[in-house]
């Protein structure tokens, strides 16, 4: 049994799959909305960056510590010693604006 046809011409291969997509279109439940990032609050993020900092820091200084005798005077240990010297406390006191009328 055929289907009947719903106009005077039989449709073209692509006027059917025109039409069978419409369909899907309106069956289709709306897409879900995007997941949103939650950031944390800038505050937060400068004091985890810093403390990031200064764990490498300390890093470097144990690999500076644990250098073979043949590498102190090389240019990794200069830049070893470069890292180590660095001062990370300021970048831990710095007082951080709240922004909104909140300082």
Request: proline residues 9%.
């Amino acid at each position: 049994m055929s289907r009947p046809r719903i106009g005077a011409a039989p449709m073209s291969s692509a006027e059917r799959q025109a039409r069978r997509r419409a369909r899907l279109r309106q069956q289709r439940p709306a897409s879900p909305a995007a997941p949103t990032r939650h950031l944390a609050s800038r505050p937060a993020r400068w004091a985890a960056a810093v403390a990031t900092l200064v764990r490498l820091q300390q890093e470097y200084g144990d690999w500076l510590d644990n250098l073979p005798p043949n590498l102190e005077n090389s240019a990794l240990a200069d830049k070893l010693q470069t890292i180590v010297e660095l001062d990370l406390e300021e970048l831990q006191a710095v007082d951080l604006p709240r922004g909104y009328g909140r300082d």
